[in-house]
Structure formats: structure tokens, C-alpha cells
């Protein structure tokens, strides 16, 4: 199972979000590209407590879907609802400049795996491999999202 734990993992990753372009073509969802990569700053931000985050976890959330989502080899199912902090067409913060918002989701991944974590806002309290794992699933998520 992959995560950004893992070196190779996070050199994919990196070299997947530098393929995304302004125009690329979404599959699913309302998000533009540049929005995306501006959702998954967000997403990173508000792990690391740097972005305050609604908390909506409960007992089925922070178990079943937690483990259902991590440790069972299917990707995950497309229009699920974000969190109103983490959505651009709320409260997520706008996208700017595609390369510069590109080049700061960039710096966020190495501070996000060495970095301290809140707890996820769906999955509560996550042990160290579960965050990178996390982390590669949403982005791959994403990624794939825009065909990348």
C-alpha cells in the first residue's frame, strides 16, 4: 500500500501534480484544476493545524469509513461532499497563480510528512503510517480526477 511515508510514493506524486495543467480535462466532479490543487494545500493545511477545520467525526466515521477508506484496495467513490474550509466554492481559499499554487502544494508535502497532525476531520485520531497513507489516496484521488 502505498504512502508518502515512502520515498518512490512521493516522487510519483510530485512528478503527477507537475503534469496537471490549467486546462486539463475533469472526469468528475466541479472543481477546475487549479482549484484542485488549491483543495489539497487546504487539505494539508488543515491537518497540520495551520487552517481551521470543522470536526465532523463519529464512531462509524472514525472506524468503519477509516478503515474502509485506507485499507481496502478500491479508489475512492467520486462526488463525496469536502468540507465546506477545504472547498473552493465556499470557504477554501482561491486559487491564485496555477504554477505558484502548484509550487506551494509542493512545499507542503515534505512538511506534512515530517509535521505534526490535528486530527482528521472525519476520521479523528490517525497514526503516522494512516496520515501518509491518507495523503497518497487523496491526492491520487485528485489526480486521477484530472487524468493525471
Not at 463525496?80 to 499554487?101: C, I, K, N, Y
Request: a positive charge; hydrophobic letters at 40%.
Amino acid at each position: 500500500m502505498k504512502t508518502l511515508l515512502d520515498k518512490s510514493a512521493q516522487a510519483e506524486i510530485t512528478q503527477r501534480i507537475q503534469t496537471v495543467r490549467p486546462d486539463s480535462p475533469r472526469a468528475w466532479g466541479k472543481m477546475t484544476p487549479n482549484q484542485m490543487i488549491c483543495h489539497l494545500a487546504d487539505s494539508f493545511r488543515g491537518t497540520m493545524g495551520e487552517k481551521p477545520v470543522s470536526m465532523r467525526t463519529n464512531l462509524f466515521r472514525s472506524t468503519v469509513m477509516k478503515w474502509g477508506g485506507l485499507y481496502l484496495p478500491l479508489p475512492w467513490p467520486h462526488g463525496l461532499p469536502t468540507m465546506p474550509e477545504m472547498d473552493q466554492h465556499v470557504s477554501g481559499t482561491p486559487p491564485a497563480e496555477f504554477q505558484r499554487d502548484i509550487e506551494d502544494l509542493l512545499t507542503l508535502i515534505p512538511r506534512f510528512v515530517t509535521g505534526v497532525k490535528a486530527q482528521h476531520p472525519l476520521f479523528g485520531a490517525m497514526t503516522e503510517w494512516q496520515w501518509a497513507r491518507w495523503a497518497y489516496l487523496h491526492m491520487d484521488h485528485h489526480l486521477r480526477q484530472f487524468g493525471c
